[in-house]
């Protein structure tokens, strides 16, 4: 059983940084269709065009700031102290991405008609994933990828 432990120890030691992503972007991923879902099914019809997208504006925003703040603190552990420029780069990759939410969910189930319930899970899988590359790529970069970016310019 020791055994056990210190290879699942190693494991998330060598893979923390994607490990503490899938979790706070799972949560996210909760936040984000509790909002959507709640709101296609109290008040906002899906079926509507301009409805189906305001749900997922909803959604996209309660998910951008909780994950903006446990990204930071959790998964990249970021030292930057300009918040505000950090802030505004992630809103900006969210930005891209939730271009590409109301693409998939335009075209799926506004045009083919398909579930949204179904086609907002897929979206979120898409996103999920294009957000990670996103926010290490361009957002949450370590000093040390800085440097080796600015000395390859």
Request: aromatic letters at 16%; a positive charge; glycine letters at 4%.
């Amino acid at each position: 059983m020791k055994q056990l432990w210190n290879w699942c120890w190693e494991m998330y030691r060598k893979y923390r940084e994607i490990i503490n992503y899938l979790i706070v972007g799972g949560l996210t991923t909760i936040l984000a269709l509790g909002v959507y879902y709640g709101s296609v099914l109290t008040f906002l019809d899906p079926q509507d065009k301009i409805q189906l997208q305001i749900a997922n504006i909803l959604s996209w925003t309660a998910g951008v700031i909780f994950a903006y703040f446990t990204n930071r603190k959790f998964v990249f552990e970021s030292k930057e102290k300009n918040k505000l420029k950090e802030f505004s780069s992630f809103v900006g990759a969210r930005i891209i991405t939730l271009l590409m939410d109301m693409a998939i969910m335009g075209i799926s189930v506004s045009l083919w008609h398909w579930n949204d319930k179904i086609m907002k899970l897929f979206s979120q899988v898409v996103i999920t994933i294009s957000n990670y590359i996103f926010s290490k790529l361009f957002v949450f970069k370590k000093k040390e990828d800085k440097e080796v970016l600015s000395s390859q310019e």
